[in-house]
């Protein structure tokens, strides 16, 4: 089956800007997670949705951060007034948690975020 | 603070070697998860270890993990080209967060 798919596959933005980036979940996965990838590191968790709501965003690093996930399949990370220290690879990943003890995530093939 | 330490962060070996990377975490977690990643590209899941003595293999790729140790090895058999990429190490938590470690850039030269 599909994957999770992830728009736009880059996005250049300037300072001050505000962006979206939007994730689809593989069908039937009901956990979302949002990670940020900055060059040369590991993905850093921003924050996971179980359903609609957001269950866990302690990864957030800040309130410009926000994301949505209203019918509990696509999200949106929003991000507001974007920074340079924003430039990053946003990776989005689900995994199906209900019925099953690991936690395996399958990623999508990212957002690339560059803010000049 | 959860910390997921992989060695080395970066290796070149030639193909034919055996060579292995080492994943150390502090956590308690007894679920391991074990990452690829080409250049440019996403995150392919490659392993999932489960509990104490886990060993699961795909081709030339081995993995164990050690949860009293609190250490996980990926070891590369017989090293084609086609392994060259990352490879990240990951632990649960806390709550439903993977903690991935800084990854292993590996090259394999002829």
């Known amino acids: 089956g599909a994957g999770v798919s992830q728009t736009p596959s880059n996005k250049v933005t300037e300072k001050g800007k505000y962006v979206e980036l939007r994730c689809d979940p593989i069908s039937g996965h009901t956990a979302l997670y949002w990670y940020r990838q900055s060059l040369g590191q590991g993905p850093e968790f921003l924050i996971y949705?179980?359903?609609?709501?957001?269950?866990?965003d302690s990864g957030l690093p800040n309130d410009r951060f926000f994301a949505v996930r209203p019918e509990g399949s696509v999200s949106t990370l929003k991000i507001q007034r974007t920074e340079r220290g924003d430039s990053a690879v946003y990776l989005c990943?689900?995994?199906?948690?209900?019925?099953?003890?690991?936690?395996?995530?399958?990623f999508g093939p990212g957002t690339r975020l560059t803010v000049l | 603070e959860l910390k997921v330490e992989q060695n080395p962060l970066f290796l070149s070996m030639q193909e034919g070697k055996n060579y292995t990377i080492y994943c150390n975490y502090s956590t308690t977690s007894d679920r391991l998860y074990w990452y690829r990643q080409d250049p440019g590209k996403s995150l392919e899941s490659l392993f999932v270890l489960l509990s104490n003595g886990a060993v699961k293999q795909e081709g030339r790729l081995m993995a164990s993990l050690d949860t009293k140790a609190r250490l996980s090895t990926l070891h590369i058999t017989a090293a084609v080209h086609d392994l060259s990429a990352t490879y990240f190490c990951a632990v649960d938590g806390p709550g439903y967060a993977l903690n991935f470690g800084k990854g292993t850039s590996l090259l394999v030269t002829p």
């Open positions: 949705f179980q359903g609609t709501g957001a269950a866990d």
């Open positions: 990943a689900s995994s199906r948690l209900a019925g099953v003890s690991y936690n395996e995530q399958f």
